[in-house]
């Protein structure tokens, strides 16, 4: 199940990476929607393989604090939390994001960074794990 989640981790990064190069139309949202939902597969996959239970959430320091190792994390909690608001922004029209607020290129092209770095830990702690 965890090579499942990194699968589709792969495939959420591949998409955003594809977004940021064509920047066709006004899509930086969903390529940093799709930095996010990487990373967090990418969390959800270790904590699977780890047989911990999480819940239903974009919050990724949240799900990070439920790994039982507490292994160490390649990016600081304000990362994580700022990368989570983009599992929701874009994606849903919020007050927020219609005040001006939605992900530019340079948001999506530091979730990608970001989500790189993550889906980079995750498979060094796949691995790790055997």
């Given at each position: 199940m965890?090579?499942?989640?990194?699968?589709?981790?792969?495939?959420?990064?591949?998409?955003?990476?594809?977004l940021l190069a064509d920047r066709a139309n006004d899509e930086a949202w969903a390529a940093a929607f799709h930095g996010q939902q990487a990373a967090e597969k990418a969390i959800k996959a270790i904590l699977t393989s780890t047989r911990t239970d999480?819940?239903?959430?974009?919050?990724?320091?949240?799900?990070?604090?439920?790994?039982?190792?507490?292994?160490?994390?390649?990016t600081s909690a304000d990362d994580l939390e700022w990368l989570s608001y983009f599992g929701t922004a874009g994606r849903y029209v919020m007050d927020d994001v219609m005040a001006g607020s939605e992900p530019g290129w340079e948001d999506a092209a530091q979730a990608f960074r970001l989500a790189e770095e993550i889906l980079d830990w995750a498979r060094d702690e796949a691995e790790r794990q055997g």
């Open positions: 965890a090579a499942r989640w990194l699968a589709r981790a792969r495939s959420d990064l591949s998409i955003a990476g594809k999480f819940p239903k959430t974009h919050d990724l320091a949240r799900l990070m604090d439920l790994l039982p190792a507490n292994p160490p994390v390649p």
